[in-house]
């Protein structure tokens, strides 16, 4: 099952979350699928902003540590720029509530692309599995991600060598 399918076992959609709830395990289910559904859609980096808290973000990604909206939107033009035809299969989503307004997110993602690397004529297949941990907070009325950081990565069988799925050293973040 995608992200994007109707009968995700992630969850239902974050919308129309209780502004005075507290976090539960099904609206961060609910983000997890939003924020994967939104990545393969390539939507408008706006519908993922939306996804992210605007204090204490730190996302440590595939080339990058995003620290601020402005980061992550310069990360993501880079991203779809070179990745298309993506596919994030959650296979694993463990939520551990931390307190009534956070949660800590272990995920195990399959992630399949074509990646095109100028000047070549053609694009490749790439396929990966990556463990992902963040921490989500309510802000909002809804959960929002404050932490994200892309683990291990196991290439999968006839992939093509995939970009570098962990963070980039702080020190060579530009």
């Known amino acids: 099952m995608t992200a994007g399918d109707g009968d995700c076992p992630i969850g239902p959609t974050g919308e129309d979350l209780p502004g005075d709830q507290p976090i539960s395990e099904v609206a961060v289910r609910g983000l997890v699928r939003d924020w994967f559904a939104a990545l393969d859609r390539h939507d408008d980096v706006a519908v993922l902003l939306e996804l992210l808290t605007t204090a204490g973000l730190a996302m440590h990604l595939p080339r990058r540590t995003v620290r601020s909206h402005e980061d992550f939107a310069a990360w993501y033009d880079e991203t779809i720029a070179s990745f298309f035809d993506e596919d994030h299969d959650v296979v694993e989503v ?81």
């Open 94 to 174: 463990k939520v551990t509530p931390t307190s009534p307004w956070h949660a800590e997110v272990e995920l195990r993602v399959d992630w399949q692309c074509r990646m095109w690397r100028p000047p070549s004529a053609n694009s490749v297949w790439v396929g990966v599995t990556v463990t992902e941990h963040w921490s989500v907070v309510m802000q909002g009325g809804r959960p929002k991600i404050r932490t994200c950081t892309v683990g291990g990565s196991a290439p999968m069988p006839g992939s093509a060598v995939p970009p570098a799925t962990g963070p980039r050293p702080e020190s060579a973040a530009a």
